[in-house]
């Protein structure tokens, strides 16, 4: 019914027949880019193609109806190459604000960034993350239907959302880079009401006179990234690993392993012993999504004094399958000189992040075969069947990683800007290595070259499926 209401009320205030735009204003943005992948691709199922394109549409229209209302247009296309499913269409803002100077309303559909850190961005929930046109980074967003009011004051300011649909988290393709090898069950809501569960937040900010950014977060809803599990085993076949012993063979289970091998089936929990180095299982293993409903809160603090900026983003997330908190913390540090006479500025910038969660050691999995599938030997089976039978918990990509990385900021006219960063992983070792770079080239186009790199990752880590995807990609965009 919220649902409803709301959509009415925003086609109600678009099309009203005495509402006249008095000024507009629109922008729109054409990306051209290509990825090369030096790289053979981890599964057998991921496109070869070393080079794969990509143009994407960005709009951008703004109508000011009158003093007090306005209203934001904000469409979004891509193409891919490679991957149909990420040829699609997004409405990433469609609403109408009114604003008094006394308080502000929201009606439609919006994007809205929570948050302060460079590497990670914990507090930010109100939108899910958009896996299909965005990168690793997941700071590319969905837009969210909501009914947003925001009240400032001497105080501070706090903002109320009442979000009444839920974006559902998509994923790749199997034949896509960046994706996960496994087949994608359908998801499974926690609540009945699946996507049109009604979700709420809010937010309290303040801005004080000390330098002191503070942030205060209340999230309860649908969990905007999905917990991934292993459920189930599909298309499963057994062979016979080896000759059956004769001591096996004298027990009668020669015939048993006869039969598995032919019919391609057994209970695990029924193979005799002398068999469990005999057989092997080839299955094709499942991976489902589940949306939680979940109670988070956070907090945001940014200090700065001089060239010093210290940052803090830490949540507590409670659902009925699990309870965590995460925090990351670091500081971006300005060199108080800039370089060659002023046209170089230079930041350190370092985190620290942690989810008490750890590594999901039972998302390990041995070599995928080009037709999808996994063989296991009989106790790696029992032990994936019995893990699949427990509710698991969600994990993290940096559950105890520190981050280091530098901003190199050219003060000329085209905007030149540079930044390099890398991550360790304190538990499994896990590197990345990341180069972000960008300057206009004329009035009305802008270059970007991105370089990402995965080294030393382990089977137990989520980056996993990616060990194989480093690479380049270069961005030409066309401002309209």
């Not at 904000?74 to 604003?99: A, H, T």
């Not at 289970?253 to 091998?261: D, G, I, K, V």
């Not at 009305?444 to 690479?471: C, G, T």
Request: contains cysteine; hydrophobic residues 40%; negative net charge.
């Amino acid at each position: 019914m919220i649902k409803k209401i709301l959509l009415i009320s925003s086609w109600m205030v678009l099309f009203h027949p005495v509402v006249f735009a008095l000024e507009t204003s629109y922008s729109t943005e054409v990306t051209f880019s290509e990825n090369y992948y030096w790289q053979e691709p981890s599964s057998p199922a991921q496109d070869k193609t070393a080079l794969q394109g990509n143009i994407s549409i960005d709009g951008d229209y703004y109508f000011s109806l009158n003093e007090q209302n306005s209203i934001q247009f904000s469409p979004f296309v891509n193409w891919n190459q490679i991957d149909k499913k990420q040829n699609y269409g997004d409405i990433r803002e469609l609403f109408w604000l009114y604003d008094n100077n006394q308080y502000q309303l929201a009606l439609g559909i919006r994007q809205v960034f929570w948050g302060v850190t460079e590497f990670s961005h914990l507090v930010d929930i109100i939108n899910t993350s958009d896996n299909l046109g965005g990168g690793l980074d997941g700071e590319d967003k969905l837009g969210q239907p909501m009914a947003q009011f925001v009240w400032p004051s001497q105080y501070g300011t706090f903002e109320f959302y009442v979000l009444p649909y839920f974006r559902e988290f998509s994923f790749k393709s199997p034949n896509a880079r960046l994706s996960t090898p496994l087949p994608i069950n359908e998801a499974i809501y926690e609540h009945e009401d699946k996507e049109e569960h009604v979700d709420f937040a809010f937010r309290y900010s303040h801005n004080f006179d000390f330098g002191l950014d503070l942030g205060l977060t209340y999230f309860k809803g649908t969990s905007r990234d999905p917990r991934l599990a292993i459920t189930s085993m599909k298309k499963m076949s057994y062979a016979l690993a080896n000759d059956i012993s004769p001591l096996c063979a004298m027990t009668g289970s020669s015939s048993l392993a006869l039969n598995y091998a032919k019919t391609g089936t057994a209970d695990l929990n029924k193979i005799p012993s002398c068999l469990q180095d005999q057989l092997l299982l080839t299955a094709t293993p499942v991976l489902t999504p589940h949306f939680d409903q979940i109670e988070q809160i956070g907090l945001d603090l940014q200090y700065s004094y001089e060239g010093w900026l210290l940052k803090l983003e830490t949540i507590k997330r409670h659902s009925a399958i699990e309870s965590y908190h995460a925090v990351d913390v670091g500081f971006e540090y300005t060199l108080g000189k800039s370089f060659f006479n002023g046209l170089l500025d230079i930041g350190i910038i370092a985190e620290y992040l942690y989810d008490s969660r750890g590594n999901p050691e039972s998302m390990a999995m041995p070599a995928i075969a080009a037709d999808g599938t996994v063989t296991l030997n009989m106790e790696q089976a029992r032990n994936q069947m019995a893990a699949a039978s427990e509710p698991m918990g969600g994990f993290s990509t940096f559950q105890d990683d520190i981050f280091i990385g530098t901003r190199l900021s050219f003060n000329d006219e085209d905007s030149s800007a540079l930044l390099f960063g890398m991550g360790f992983d304190r538990q499994n070792h896990d590197q990345f290595y990341m180069l972000e770079a960008s300057r206009r080239i004329a009035e009305n186009w802008k270059a970007a070259l991105d370089i990402v790199v995965l080294s030393n990752i382990q089977p137990e880590s989520p980056m996993y499926s990616f060990r194989q995807d480093d690479h380049i990609k270069l961005t030409l965009s066309w401002y309209l």
